[in-house]
């Protein structure tokens, strides 16, 4: 009964704990989806590699999103011709390079304040890494859905113009759109369409806000149920799971490393509040696979993963996901066997 | 032509209005203490009335016909009736469940008797300035840390309150007096306590009951390592305070 009682508690307080920040990350990513033009953005970003993906993976600090915010963010980026490296970055350093992250982890971990830099520091480092590497690849179409593909440029070939003169239509191949202002060709770079179009829809502002609301309470409702699994898995193992057995994993430095990677990878909590729930181990796990935890869970987990597979081939998103695993742990193992922290 | 009841918006009202309740009714209810430490209350508070305004924003579409929003880039997970099944039922839950502090269990089981657990505190603040007689159970644990030779307290003069635990291996004249200690929520809470030497049976003072001791302190060898032990004068069974845990 006491450890019911226990279990109890602490799933309450997590979920106290944890919905501040859960609203804080809806409210600021529906906002920005709504009201941020991301192809003003593009614009002024580098085109260098590694300058793009630097650039990508702090674009967090501007677009707040949790994972499940990033990838339809990541799609957009892609599809208005954002480099590659812009958007894997952009991908993977997102959801926990942001101030509310940021903020949430201090919260957390206030006394082990070199954990928020550690995460942060290694996020930036393990996403711009795989970023290089995936803009290796030049051509990102054959990586994507082909639906995404498709919006996306040849590397090589000149856009062509977006509005075609009427004498010329018959005499060019593909798929169109007929409107009143002209004949919109379909498939070509978004960017390229975008720019054809003669005006975008102007919204009101009551409109807007009740966009905002209307995305938020989507967003809240199902992160939120995310949210409360993720706590009643976290109440349940502290309290269900004989102690040795956790200290016994959890003290390893390699044990407790993958122990945390597989929690964060199954668990799929939310960025803005997994420091909450890593919390709960860190007394117990070993400081580097809490990092692990921190580190890995944002960038690929078994939610979004689906998100991702709406975007990328399966074959793109197991290479993402080895990746990370394999560079965070490499990373995280040598902060337990080289740093006293 | 009769409006059918818009369920949907109705539904997303009360998962919004029951959860925001739910946080508010632990603040009014004094509860909140229990699960969070008291500089983040006022976020818990926060979140509770955004969500009772967006109830409000919320249910203004169940007395007009709502036009749809094509939101676009959101993906659907869950389907939208088990999320909010989870979220009401957890609402209701919420509402009606009163949380409990830890008890003597949950200290054990995280090892209390052992001082070796002791470390994971990294004390911003070192109370050494704080005369024995005005250090509560966490200035004790964190002065112990900083130079850990029991010695160098014996004698001194200790006045603590906590929770009582009886250590299943330590004999009838002892017990623990324990705090529980949050840097956050109640998710990192780690117990600290010091043990007693009572001079009568423990049975008087049944864990979880709530003492507050004055005495002075001593060593002694408990479980095969020397440690500090208090003699207490004067033992008071007090009330649970509003706030159990230390900082």
């Not at chain 1, 799971?241 to 909590?269: F, K, N, Y």
């Not at chain 2, 929770?163 to 623990?176: G, K, N, Q, S, T």
């Not at chain 2, 007090?238 to 706030?243: D, I, M, R």
């Given at each position: 009964?006491?450890?019911?009682?226990?279990?109890?508690?602490?799933?309450?307080?997590?979920?106290?704990?944890?919905?501040?920040?859960?609203?804080?990350?809806?409210?600021?990513?529906?906002?920005?989806?709504?009201?941020?033009?991301?192809?003003?953005?593009?614009?002024?970003?580098?085109?260098?590699?590694?300058?793009?993906?630097?650039?990508?993976?702090?674009?967090?600090?501007?677009?707040?999103?949790?994972?499940?915010?990033?990838?339809?963010?990541?799609?957009?980026?892609?599809?208005?011709?954002?480099?590659?490296?812009?958007?894997?970055?952009?991908?993977?350093?997102?959801?926990?390079?942001?101030?509310?992250?940021?903020?949430?982890?201090?919260?957390?971990?206030r006394d082990?304040?070199?954990?928020?830099?550690?995460?942060?520091?290694?996020?930036?480092?393990?996403?711009?890494?795989?970023?290089?590497?995936?803009?290796?690849?030049?051509?990102?179409?054959?990586?994507?859905?082909?639906?995404?593909?498709?919006?996306?440029?040849?590397?090589?070939?000149?856009?062509?113009?977006?509005?075609?003169?009427?004498?010329?239509?018959?005499?060019?191949?593909?798929?169109?759109?007929?409107?009143?202002?002209?004949?919109?060709?379909?498939?070509?770079?978004?960017?390229?369409?975008?720019?054809?179009?003669?005006?975008?829809?102007?919204?009101?502002?009551?409109?807007?806000?009740?966009?905002?609301?209307?995305?938020?309470?989507?967003?809240?409702?199902?992160?939120?149920?995310?949210?409360?699994?993720?706590?009643?898995?976290?109440?349940?193992?502290?309290?269900?799971?004989?102690?040795?057995?956790?200290?016994?994993?959890?003290?390893?430095?390699?044990?407790?490393?993958?122990?945390?990677?597989?929690?964060?990878?199954?668990?799929?909590?939310?960025?803005?509040?997994?420091?909450?729930?890593?919390?709960?181990?860190?007394?117990?796990?070993?400081?580097?696979?809490?990092?692990?935890?921190?580190?890995?869970?944002?960038?690929?987990?078994?939610?979004?993963?689906?998100?991702?597979?709406?975007?990328?081939?399966?074959?793109?998103?197991?290479?993402?996901?080895?990746?990370?695993?394999?560079?965070?742990?490499?990373?995280?193992?040598?902060?337990?066997?080289?740093?006293?922290? | 032509?009769?409006?059918?009841?818009?369920?949907?918006?109705?539904?997303?009202?009360?998962?919004?209005?029951?959860?925001?309740?739910?946080?508010?009714?632990?603040?009014?209810?004094?509860?909140?203490?229990?699960?969070?430490?008291?500089?983040?209350?006022?976020?818990?508070?926060?979140?509770?009335?955004?969500?009772?305004?967006?109830?409000?924003?919320?249910?203004?579409?169940?007395?007009?016909?709502?036009?749809?929003?094509?939101?676009?880039?959101?993906?659907?997970?869950?389907?939208?009736?088990?999320?909010?099944?989870?979220?009401?039922?957890?609402?209701?839950?919420?509402?009606?469940?009163?949380?409990?502090?830890?008890?003597?269990?949950?200290?054990?089981?995280?090892?209390?008797?052992?001082p070796?657990?002791l470390t994971r505190s990294q004390p911003r603040r070192f109370a050494r300035n704080t005369p024995p007689a005005e250090r509560t159970l966490i200035d004790w644990i964190r002065t112990l840390n900083v130079y850990p030779e029991p010695d160098a307290y014996a004698g001194d003069p200790v006045n603590v309150t906590g929770?009582?635990?009886?250590?299943?291996?330590?004999?009838?004249?002892?017990?623990?007096v324990?705090r529980?200690v949050?840097t956050?929520?109640?998710?990192?809470?780690?117990?600290v306590g010091l043990?007693?030497?009572?001079?009568?049976?423990?049975?008087?003072?049944?864990?979880?009951?709530?003492?507050?001791l004055q005495g002075t302190l001593f060593t002694?060898?408990?479980?095969?390592?020397r440690r500090l032990v208090i003699?207490?004068?004067?033992?008071?069974?007090?009330?649970?305070?509003?706030?159990?845990?230390e900082f």
């Open positions: 009964m006491s450890q019911l009682n226990q279990g109890l508690t602490l799933f309450l307080s997590l979920l106290v704990e944890a919905t501040p920040f859960l609203l804080l990350g809806v409210a600021f990513s529906s906002l920005l989806a709504i009201l941020v033009d991301e192809r003003k953005l593009i614009a002024y970003t580098p085109k260098n590699p590694v300058l793009a993906a630097i650039t990508g993976s702090l674009f967090g600090c501007v677009f707040p999103v949790c994972e499940c915010g990033n990838v339809p963010v990541a799609r957009r980026l892609l599809m208005q011709g954002a480099p590659s490296a812009l958007a894997i970055g952009f991908l993977l350093a997102a959801p926990t390079v942001n101030p509310i992250v940021f903020w949430a982890t201090w919260v957390a971990f082990q304040p070199a954990m928020v830099f550690w995460r942060v520091g290694l996020t930036i480092l393990v996403s711009v890494i795989i970023a290089c590497i995936f803009s290796v690849q030049k051509d990102l179409r054959p990586f994507l859905q082909p639906t995404i593909a498709r919006y996306l440029p040849a590397p090589a070939t000149q856009p062509e113009p977006a509005l075609v003169g009427s004498g010329s239509t018959l005499l060019q191949g593909g798929d169109f759109l007929l409107q009143s202002t002209g004949t919109l060709k379909l498939d070509q770079p978004m960017l390229a369409t975008i720019a054809g179009a003669a005006v975008l829809p102007q919204q009101s502002w009551q409109a807007k806000t009740q966009a905002v609301l209307e995305m938020m309470l989507q967003e809240f409702r199902e992160l939120g149920a995310v949210l409360v699994m993720g706590s009643a898995i976290a109440a349940t193992v502290q309290v269900a799971i004989p102690r040795e057995w956790i200290l016994a994993l959890g003290q390893g430095p390699i044990t407790s490393i993958l122990a945390m990677m597989l929690l964060a990878w199954v668990v799929s909590i939310c960025s803005t509040v997994d420091s909450f729930f890593a919390l709960s181990f860190a007394s117990i796990f070993t400081s580097g696979s809490i990092l692990a935890f921190l580190v890995f869970g944002p960038m690929i987990d078994l939610k979004n993963i689906s998100l991702l597979l709406t975007t990328f081939k399966g074959r793109a998103v197991m290479y993402l996901f080895v990746l990370a695993a394999q560079l965070t742990f490499v990373f995280t193992l040598a902060v337990n066997l080289y740093t006293s922290w | 032509m009769k409006r059918t009841f818009p369920w949907p918006t109705f539904w997303d009202m009360a998962a919004l209005l029951l959860w925001g309740l739910m946080l508010l009714r632990y603040w009014w209810s004094g509860r909140l203490a229990v699960l969070l430490h008291p500089d983040y209350h006022w976020l818990a508070i926060g979140a509770g009335w955004v969500l009772v305004l967006m109830a409000l924003w919320r249910s203004v579409g169940l007395f007009q016909p709502q036009t749809k929003f094509d939101t676009g880039a959101h993906m659907a997970l869950l389907p939208r009736q088990w999320s909010l099944m989870v979220l009401l039922a957890i609402a209701v839950f919420g509402l009606i469940y009163v949380p409990r502090p830890f008890s003597s269990d949950a200290a054990l089981a995280r090892g209390i008797a052992d070796v657990g929770f009582v635990i009886h250590p299943p291996d330590w004999d009838d004249h002892y017990v623990m324990a529980f949050l956050c929520c109640a998710a990192d809470a780690y117990p043990p007693v030497k009572l001079t009568g049976d423990r049975a008087e003072f049944p864990p979880d009951s709530w003492i507050s002694e060898t408990l479980d095969g390592q003699a207490p004068d004067e033992v008071l069974a007090v009330p649970e305070p509003k706030n159990p845990y």
